[in-house]
């Protein structure tokens, strides 16, 4: 059975999105599978995870190849 070993936090982090943060920077990636068969996914889904002693934290990359959005203006913070 694979393991991943989880980094522990000293602090709480802000739910945000921003995955560039300091926190995130040393938290290693892994590349989830198809579970049945253990091939590699059409569309890779990375997952980072790390704890603090009040919350566990997951952070996810997506590739999609249906993307469809419209913007007409800039958002703070997206």
């Keep these: 059975m694979k393991s991943y070993n989880c980094k522990k ?6 739910i945000d999105g921003l995955l ?3 926190e995130w ?3 290693k990636a892994i590349t989830l599978i198809e579970v049945m068969i253990g091939s590699k996914v059409r569309l890779e889904t990375e997952v980072k995870a790390m ?3 009040d ?3 997951f952070a ?3 590739a999609d190849d249906y993307i469809k959005a419209t ?3 800039s958002v703070i913070g997206i």
């Design 55 to 57: 919350y566990i934290y």
């Design 25 to 27: 920077q040393g938290v």
């Design 71 to 73: 913007m007409t203006k």
């Design 9 to 14: 936090i000293n602090h709480n982090i802000t």
């Design 51 to 53: 704890y603090s002693n």
């Design 60 to 62: 996810f990359r997506c």
């Design 20 to 22: 560039d943060k300091e």
